[in-house]
Structure formats: structure tokens, C-alpha cells
């Protein structure tokens, strides 16, 4: 029952600690911003009730904002990701597929499944995340960039974490 619990709370600190520390530091230019701590809402279990997805998609949002001095940008973004998940999942995986499994994740769903995951979910998030901070319909060519851009960094870089804490199957 508490093992969950940690796993959680400790990829909580180390997605947290990789994307103030690491990730917010390295420049790659202009328009690509890699985002790894949303890998936190993408692996929790499928049944997650809605309520504690877009709790934890604040909560940890609101931390990257407090570290990262952004207002609210990343909260905003997080909560509208975990929001959207259910009905991600939901499009794209029958529900038969899901009855046996506990987490969205490579080892239990499938590398192709979880790259198609994985993209939608990075797609509606940058984009929502850079809407946000342009604010202006001017800047629409910037905002769809940096998602272009940012997506598919994000992804490799999270599927590079994904394979290096990956647990042995013993």
C-alpha cells in the first residue's frame, strides 16, 4: 500500500529536482524548452480518481512555478494536462486493454503505445504552456515553434529517463 505512495513521492523530487536544476539551465536556443517533470502525471496509475490528477497536476506545477519564478504558468499547464488525460487514454486505448494494467507505462502498455501517449499529451501541454506565456494571437507562429520544437525534445528526454530508472524484471 505505501510503496506506490513513494515510488511516487520520490519520482515527484528527482522529476522536480531534474527539471529546476538540469533542464531549466541548458539552453538549446530560443525555442526549444524541454519539459520532463510532466512525466510525473503521465505515469501515474490508471485509476487515478480525476480529482487527484488535477491535484497533483497542480501541485506539482505550482512547485516548478515557485522554483522557476514563473506565475502560475506551469500549474496552469500541468492541471489542464491532467485534466485531458482520462480522455487521451480513453481515445486511444480500448478499454479492455487497460482492465489488467496499473500504470501507463512502457513496460506494461508498449513503447509504441506510450510514444503516442506520451506526444499527444507533451503536444496539448506546450502548446497550452506557450499559448499562455505569448498571450497574444500575434505571436501564434512562436507559440506553435516552440511546441514543434520542444515536443519531440521533451520525449526523447523522457524516454531516455524512462530507459535509464527503468526497474529490472527479475
Known sequence: MYFP??????????????Q?????????G???????????????PFDTPKAKLIFNGFLIGIVIDLLSGTP??????????A????????????????????????????????LLYALILLLLHNLFLFWLEAFSIRLLGVVLLETILSTPISLI????????FKPNKK
Open 5 to 18: 505512495l513513494i515510488r511516487n513521492i520520490v519520482r515527484f523530487i528527482i522529476l522536480v529536482i531534474m
Open 20 to 28: 529546476v536544476m538540469v533542464f531549466d539551465n541548458i539552453r538549446f
Open 30 to 44: 530560443n525555442f526549444i524548452h524541454p519539459y520532463v517533470y510532466v512525466l510525473f502525471i503521465m505515469l501515474l
Open 72 to 81: 502560475g504558468l506551469n500549474a496552469a499547464a500541468t492541471v489542464f494536462m
Open 83 to 114: 485534466f485531458i488525460r482520462p480522455f487521451v487514454i480513453n481515445t486511444i486505448t480500448r478499454k479492455s486493454d487497460i482492465e489488467d494494467k496499473n500504470a501507463p507505462t512502457v513496460t506494461e502498455m508498449g513503447l509504441e503505445w506510450f
Open 157 to 164: 528526454v523522457i524516454l531516455l529517463i524512462i530507459y535509464i
